[in-house]
C-alpha cells in the first residue's frame, strides 16, 4: 500500500548539513504518519527522530533532539525530508523512512511502523 524511498544520505565533515528525502507513494499516504529513524551498527534498536502528519503537518521529536533536526513535507511532490544541522559524528546511522502502520494515529514507536524504505547511510567524520 506505501512505498518508500530515501535519498540524500553521504559522507559529511563535522558542523556540516545534510537534507535526507523520502519519496513516498501510495494511495493512503496522505492519512498516515511519516516518520525517520536511525539505526547505529550494532544496535537492533531504530532510535525515532521525527515524525510528521501528512494531513496537517503536525510534527513531533525525539526528546534528545535540540533543534539540529527538522522534519517537512512537500504534499505536491508526494515526500518528506529531514533536514540535519551542526551535524556530529554520533550521528553517524543509516537512516530510515517509515509509514504508520495504522491511518490517521500519530506514533513514535518504531514497532507501531511497517512500512519501511531502505534507509541511507549518513557518515560523519570528524
Known amino acids: 500500500q506505501v512505498q518508500l524511498a530515501e535519498s540524500g544520505g553521504g559522507s559529511v565533515q563535522t558542523g556540516g548539513s545534510v537534507r535526507l528525502s523520502c519519496a513516498a507513494s501510495?494511495?493512503?499516504?496522505?492519512?498516515?504518519?511519516l516518520g525517520w529513524f536511525r539505526q547505529v551498527p550494532g544496535k537492533e534498536e531504530r532510535e525515532f527522530v521525527a515524525?510528521?502528519?501528512?494531513?496537517?503537518?503536525?510534527?513531533d521529536y525525539g526528546d534528545w533532539v535540540k533543534g539540529r533536526f527538522t522534519v517537512s513535507r512537500d504534499t505536491a511532490k508526494n515526500a518528506v525530508y529531514l533536514q540535519i544541522n551542526s551535524l556530529k559524528p554520533e550521528d553517524t546511522a543509516k537512516y530510515y523512512c517509515?509509514?504508520?502502520?495504522?491511518?490517521?494515529?500519530?506514533?513514535?514507536?518504531?514497532?507501531?511502523?511497517?512500512?519501511w524504505g531502505q534507509g541511507t547511510q549518513v557518515t560523519v567524520s570528524s
Open positions: 517509515a509509514a504508520d502502520a495504522v491511518r490517521y494515529r500519530f506514533s513514535t514507536n518504531s514497532y507501531d511502523y511497517n512500512y
Open positions: 501510495g494511495r493512503t499516504v496522505p492519512s498516515r504518519t
Open positions: 515524525a510528521i502528519k501528512w494531513d496537517n503537518g503536525t510534527t
